[in-house]
């Protein structure tokens, strides 16, 4: 690169984030300089791993703590990346077919999902109700202990059959940027081993520093550098009044396909954090693997050494922090959650804790069926709203309007990255004075295909 060459879009962070707004970028606007960092040696290293993430496709039909606004929206981003995954052929080789369901278990669960089932099969409707005995039929480890004899609770499922449900999120930020640089017309450039130290901008052209002593000149800036994005942000002086709690997921694995589909657990609606849930694992032949655990991790990556300063730096604790986590832990549901989830991390006694929370997916699992999933699970930044004094649940964005873009990007934010791409865009293009082909788009990656 010349010193003197401005790209019109610098990307941080090439995961699926990143790399599906490389993607939009040069295929649906004509944008002609684009270029992503990436600050290790290849894409996807951390939260969109396979082994960092459920691999799954959240469109809200089985996540319980989904309301029908929100599934709404989620179901829309979803069947985007069913459609591009379709587009290119990437059917049971990226994306995955697995039966799916949501369990309750006992009086109280049994009719939330019943009446979950009845509001939003309008919404899916592939939906289906399984009773006990359907259960048995299509997923029998739900029922049947290890000396065959049936489950005494009442149980009861709401599922699909025939729906794609998997995405290995690491191969498709491979081909995001593959098929991005297909476009030979325009510059399409990536680095890697790139961290980003540093941000300025410079009358109307910001500078990126990294730490192999580059600079890169750029008219726009996005940030999708999961929990180093706010730790970016208040290095330039924008989101200060967000502080950023780190959640570190663990799993267990089998050595076997003990589930045949994805079974997720009833969300408790006290608890901001994932049900616990069985899933088969594209990296382990369809193993079934559990979780995740939900602990506080005083670093902003997974199995990386470091980021520990970095953690307290985005923390930024103060008393509205205190005031965020005294409201927490003085529930007895929530302050038992995050005390049980640490003692799964304990060797012996964590996988005898969890062993009796999988029971309640598989009643006849046992200890030896499990093992602690080592190098699995990643780290989702939770943002904590200091002004209003309370825990954010999702995504969070924050737009400077000024030409760079923070996003913050927690579960569902692989599923939806191409509707947070298409987002960006438009406020791109909106910034740049370029065009945002909308139609070309909506064809791809919206509208419903004629099978005629």
Same mark, same amino acid.
């Given at each position: 690169?010349?010193?003197?060459?401005?790209?019109?879009?610098?990307i941080?962070?090439?995961?699926?984030s990143?790399s599906?707004?490389?993607?939009?970028?040069?295929?649906?606007?004509?944008?002609?300089?684009?270029?992503?960092l990436?600050k290790y040696?290849?894409?996807?290293?951390?939260?969109?791993?396979?082994?960092?993430?459920s691999?799954t496709?959240h469109?809200g039909?089985?996540?319980?703590?989904?309301? !029908?606004?929100?599934?709404?929206?989620?179901?829309?981003?979803?069947?985007?990346?069913?459609?591009?995954?379709?587009?290119?052929?990437?059917?049971?080789?990226?994306m995955?077919k697995?039966?799916?369901?949501?369990?309750g278990?006992?009086y109280?669960?049994?009719?939330?999902i019943?009446?979950?089932?009845?509001?939003?099969?309008?919404?899916?409707?592939?939906?289906?109700l399984?009773?006990?005995?359907?259960?048995?039929?299509?997923?029998p480890?739900?029922?049947?202990?290890?000396?065959?004899?049936?489950?005494?609770?009442?149980?009861?499922?709401?599922?699909?059959?025939?729906?794609y449900?998997?995405?290995?999120?690491?191969?498709?930020?491979?081909?995001?940027?593959?098929?991005?640089k297909?476009?030979?017309?325009?510059?399409?450039?990536?680095?890697?081993?790139?961290?980003v130290?540093?941000?300025?901008?410079?009358e109307d052209?910001?500078? +990126?520093?990294?730490?192999?002593?580059?600079?890169?000149?750029?008219?726009?800036?996005?940030?999708?550098a999961?929990?180093?994005?706010?730790?970016?942000?208040?290095k330039?002086?924008?989101?200060?009044?967000?502080?950023?709690?780190?959640m570190?997921?663990?799993?267990?694995?089998?050595?076997?396909?003990?589930?045949?589909?994805?079974?997720?657990?009833?969300?408790?609606?006290?608890?901001?954090?994932?049900?616990?849930?069985?899933?088969?694992?594209?990296?382990?032949?369809?193993?079934?693997?559990?979780?995740?655990?939900?602990?506080?991790?005083?670093k902003?990556?997974?199995?990386?050494?470091?980021?520990?300063?970095?953690?307290?730096?985005?923390l930024?604790?103060?008393?509205?922090?205190?005031?965020?986590?005294?409201?927490l832990?003085?529930?007895?549901?929530?302050?038992?959650?995050?005390?049980?989830?640490?003692?799964?991390?304990?060797?012996?006694?964590?996988?005898r804790?969890?062993?009796?929370?999988?029971?309640?997916?598989?009643?006849?699992?046992?200890?030896s069926?499990?093992?602690?999933?080592?190098?699995?699970g990643g +780290?989702?930044?939770?943002? !904590?709203?200091?002004?209003?004094?309370?825990?954010?649940?999702?995504?969070?964005?924050?737009?400077?309007?000024?030409?760079?873009?923070?996003?913050?990007?927690?579960?569902?934010?692989?599923?939806?990255?191409?509707?947070?791409?298409?987002?960006?865009?438009?406020?791109?293009?909106?910034?740049?004075?370029?065009?945002?082909?909308e139609n070309?788009?909506?064809?791809?990656?919206?509208?419903?295909?004629?099978?005629?």
């Amino acid at each position: 690169m010349k010193n003197d060459d401005v790209y019109e879009v610098l990307i941080i962070g090439g995961g699926i984030s990143g790399s599906a707004l490389f993607y939009e970028l040069s295929r649906y606007t004509d944008v002609n300089k684009i270029t992503l960092l990436e600050k290790y040696g290849e894409l996807a290293t951390l939260n969109s791993n396979a082994r960092a993430n459920s691999q799954t496709i959240h469109c809200g039909d089985i996540e319980t703590n989904y309301t !029908l606004e929100k599934a709404k929206k989620v179901k829309r981003t979803a069947k985007m990346v069913e459609k591009y995954c379709l587009e290119y052929g990437y059917e049971d080789k990226i994306m995955f077919k697995h039966q799916k369901m949501a369990i309750g278990i006992g009086y109280s669960e049994c009719r939330f999902i019943k009446n979950r089932y009845e509001e939003f099969k309008s919404l899916y409707p592939y939906l289906e109700l399984y009773d006990k005995a359907m259960l048995e039929k299509i997923e029998p480890q739900l029922i049947v202990d290890e000396n065959g004899v049936g489950r005494d609770e009442e149980i009861l499922g709401m599922g699909a059959r025939n729906e794609y449900t998997t995405v290995n999120f690491r191969l498709l930020s491979d081909t995001f940027i593959e098929n991005a640089k297909k476009n030979t017309k325009i510059q399409t450039d990536t680095f890697f081993n790139s961290q980003v130290d540093k941000i300025e901008k410079i009358e109307d052209v910001f500078y +990126v520093y990294t730490s192999d002593k580059k600079v890169y000149k750029s008219k726009m800036v996005v940030v999708d550098a999961g929990a180093h994005s706010l730790f970016l942000a208040h290095k330039m002086g924008y989101g200060l009044h967000y502080g950023q709690l780190p959640m570190a997921g663990s799993f267990y694995k089998t050595d076997r396909a003990i589930l045949k589909g994805k079974v997720y657990m009833v969300q408790n609606p006290k608890l901001p954090f994932a049900a616990l849930h069985g899933d088969p694992d594209v990296t382990l032949d369809g193993a079934t693997r559990f979780g995740p655990t939900a602990l506080v991790l005083p670093k902003l990556e997974r199995f990386k050494p470091g980021t520990y300063m970095d953690f307290f730096k985005t923390l930024k604790l103060d008393r509205n922090v205190v005031k965020i986590f005294y409201d927490l832990l003085k529930d007895n549901e929530i302050r038992n959650y995050i005390l049980r989830n640490f003692l799964f991390e304990v060797p012996y006694f964590g996988k005898r804790a969890f062993l009796k929370d999988a029971q309640k997916i598989i009643p006849s699992l046992k200890m030896s069926d499990i093992e602690y999933a080592k190098g699995f699970g990643g +780290v989702r930044g939770q943002i !904590l709203d200091k002004e209003n004094q309370k825990l954010m649940l999702g995504e969070a964005t924050i737009n400077t309007g000024e030409g760079i873009i923070f996003n913050m990007t927690p579960s569902p934010g692989a599923t939806s990255c191409l509707g947070n791409a298409q987002r960006d865009v438009e406020l791109i293009c909106a910034y740049l004075g370029k065009t945002f082909d909308e139609n070309a788009f909506t064809k791809d990656l919206i509208e419903e295909k004629n099978d005629e």
